[in-house]
């Protein structure tokens, strides 16, 4: 019998195969070891393959569409309500297989190497930042053991470097010193390398036409253009502009039943990373709006006025993503709304 649909369970080196043909009987249930993969696919006729988005998930949904399968790509908090009874690998293919054929599932788009590489960069570069963190809150706190405190903020760090920089601060002891020499060398060559991948990020940036167009939109830089880009492969995959934050997570979670609505905090699902960048772009705008004692943007000006700052900026990042997915998918520029009439 042939087969027509398969669920793959990947793994690091041992991969689940669960096969059905088209009446739904198993046909097909066998254990792979990661260089037998595509051998296997390879030999088998053209079918439908699920894969669950994990990690590798992408490279492997690429090998396996490029020898004329249809991979689906699919969360796994969506495949686990398929899965009976006790979880393993012969479970998971299963659910994973029968999960890949419901008319309502929802798939991930397959990425690029390119939009790999691009979003490796954007977490490199976060990574790098939270070391920055931990080496600046490292220093501040082994001085302050000594009772040397210096004020919040960059002004407040560098007058603590050049402090130690200069060795004239009789309260600290040699062997203190010495392991705040290597912390402050630690914290500039972080920063060093948070200006590499600034500098590499802003040059994708230039080289991508879309990312280009994305960066009109206000409270949009490079690095939430390249982000959108790198995150989104295929906007048309989302039926409406309001899919698109939702996807992020910028949309109220709902508790809803017998006909009322209750709406709470936003769901925070999706992609972490870029909703903390669209959020930081929205507190820009506010904040400029605020040093310049209004805006011109009608509704955001009524917004602020009757909601507080944070609830403004989650609203304002909402409409921010909106406007990138019509970008997107219709090709066109941003243009600033016209003033409404008095």
């Known amino acids: 019998m042939e087969v027509t649909t398969i669920g793959l369970d990947i793994a690091k080196n041992v991969f689940q195969v669960h096969g059905v043909d088209a009446e739904g009987t198993v046909v097909l249930r066998r254990q792979l070891r990661r260089s037998r993969v595509l051998p296997f696919f390879e ?3 053209p079918c439908l393959v699920g894969i669950e988005a994990c990690a590798t998930a992408h490279h492997w949904g690429r090998e396996i569409a490029a020898l004329g399968h249809d991979v689906k790509l699919m969360p796994a908090r969506y495949v686990k309500a398929y899965v009976k009874r006790n979880k393993n690998d012969a479970a998971d293919a299963e659910a994973i297989c029968e999960a890949v054929t419901r008319p309502t599932m929802r798939f991930v788009p397959i990425k690029t190497p390119e939009q790999q590489a691009l979003l490796m960069l954007h977490r490199t570069r976060k990574q790098f930042v939270r070391q920055r963190i931990a080496l600046v809150n490292a220093l501040r706190a082994h001085l302050a053991e000594f ?4 004020g919040v903020g960059r002004n407040g760090v560098e007058k603590l470097l050049q402090m130690i ?6 309260r600290l002891p040699r062997a203190a010193r010495e392991c705040l020499l290597a912390l402050s060398d630690q914290l500039a060559l972080t920063k060093q390398q948070i200006r590499q991948a600034d500098q590499r990020i802003l040059v994708c940036h230039r080289e991508n036409e879309l990312s280009r167009r994305l960066e009109e939109i206000p409270g949009v ?4 253009a390249t982000a959108l880009v790198a995150s989104v492969p295929d ?6 502009a309001r899919d698109l934050p939702a996807w992020i997570g910028l949309v109220p979670k709902q508790s809803s039943s017998g006909g009322k609505e209750r709406l709470g905090h936003i769901s925070k699902a999706g992609n972490r990373y870029l909703r903390s960048l669209l959020v930081i772009g929205a507190y820009s705008l506010i904040k400029r709006a605020k040093q310049l004692g209004g805006t011109h943007r009608p509704w955001l000006a009524e917004l602020m006025a009757r909601r507080p700052t944070k609830v403004a900026a989650i609203a304002l990042a909402n409409k921010i993503a909106r406007i990138a997915w019509a970008i997107m998918t219709k090709g066109t520029r ?5 003033p409404q009439a008095a």
């Open 43 to 45: 030999k088998l006729p």
């Open 147 to 150: 009772g040397i405190v210096a």
């Open 165 to 170: 920089a200069a060795d004239d601060e009789p």
């Open 221 to 224: 830089g490079p690095l939430i």
């Open 235 to 240: 906007p048309h995959a989302f039926k409406s």
């Open 334 to 338: 941003y243009r600033e709304p016209l």
